[in-house]
């Protein structure tokens, strides 16, 4: 069995061995802690019955005991550079597949027929700069996704797990919770990558929901008032919405609409459940011509 590469010293070796060079255009930082790596197995909650996406494995240094968890392991990387590092680090292990790919490129629904996948855990050390572009595409996208468990900025893991009426909750609060519930898993120094990042990092667990937490006749609409509402989060709801000029309700109409599920119609959007958003979605929607 190949020695595992979750530490500082083996992870340098790994490095000289290959003259690699960190890239700053793909976000690069490998961790280089076995406990955060093994607290991130253990929160996706893995089992041999599971085929896992990992994205961007790196040097291998999680994918190596991701390996010794699940059925299969399917890890995206996007570097080239690091395809023979992966060869060689991952070579005595059996259950994995390496492919060298953007993931926010990659055909998934292909890749997932090409397999013959049921279901799929995702885990991965998130590139920092595209974490929501990557997340909102797997959990909006009809996948087979069980959960979600990966490493990403800790001020973006808040404003996925905040509550309302607190500075972190807003519009990707709420995107994030219509198809899944949140979980923080575990906080993580910067110290425990190679480079240091410069912000401190979180693990946070995503579990896709069978059917969207809320129900709403107009799902893009509620977005957009989702939207509007967070644009000026100072102001009321009712001024925020009849700001935004990609919306054409009246303040009268959205007073009315608070009025009606008894809500204050001095309310500002960041104290609104989802709950509520869906409701005056569905009040508001009788202006919108479909």
Do not use: W
């Not at 953007?102 to 049921?118: A, C, F, S, T, Y």
């Not at 007073?255 to 989802?274: F, N, P």
Request: with cysteine; glycine share 4%; proline share 4%.
């Amino acid at each position: 069995m190949n020695k595992r590469i979750s530490d500082i010293a083996t992870t340098k070796a790994v490095i000289a061995k290959y003259g690699f060079t960190f890239q700053k255009r793909f976000g690069q930082n490998f961790l280089i802690d076995t406990n955060i790596i093994e607290r991130i197995i253990d929160g996706s909650e893995i089992t041999e019955e599971d085929t896992v996406l990992e994205i961007g494995p790196g040097i291998g240094s999680m994918t190596q005991l991701l390996a010794e968890s699940a059925g299969k392991v399917i890890a995206v990387e996007i570097d080239k550079k690091l395809i023979p590092v992966l060869e060689d680090t991952l070579s005595d292990y059996d259950n994995i597949r390496i492919i060298n790919e953007d993931i926010l490129k990659l055909d998934l629904h292909k890749l997932i027929e090409e397999e013959g996948i049921k279901s799929l855990k995702v885990v991965a050390n998130l590139p920092y700069y595209i974490t929501t572009p990557i997340i909102m595409g797997l959990i909006e996208r009809d996948l087979p996704i069980e959960s979600i468990t990966v490493m990403i900025q800790k001020e973006v893991a808040e404003r996925m797990n905040a509550k309302p009426s607190t500075k972190a909750y807003g519009s990707l609060t709420l995107a994030v919770n219509y198809f899944a519930s949140t979980e923080i898993v575990t906080m993580v120094a910067p110290e425990c990558f190679i480079p240091k990042p410069n912000v401190a990092s979180a693990v946070i667990k995503l579990t896709k929901l069978e059917v969207p937490s809320v129900k709403t006749k107009h799902e893009k609409l509620m977005f957009q008032i989702i939207k509007g509402a967070f644009a000026q989060r100072r102001k009321t709801f009712i001024n925020s919405l009849t700001n935004s000029t990609q919306l054409p309700f009246e303040k009268e109409e959205v007073g009315q609409a608070l009025e009606s599920l008894e809500i204050d119609v001095r309310i500002r959007g960041e104290a609104l459940t989802l709950e509520q958003f869906a409701q005056l979605t569905d009040i508001l929607s009788v202006k919108i011509v479909e």
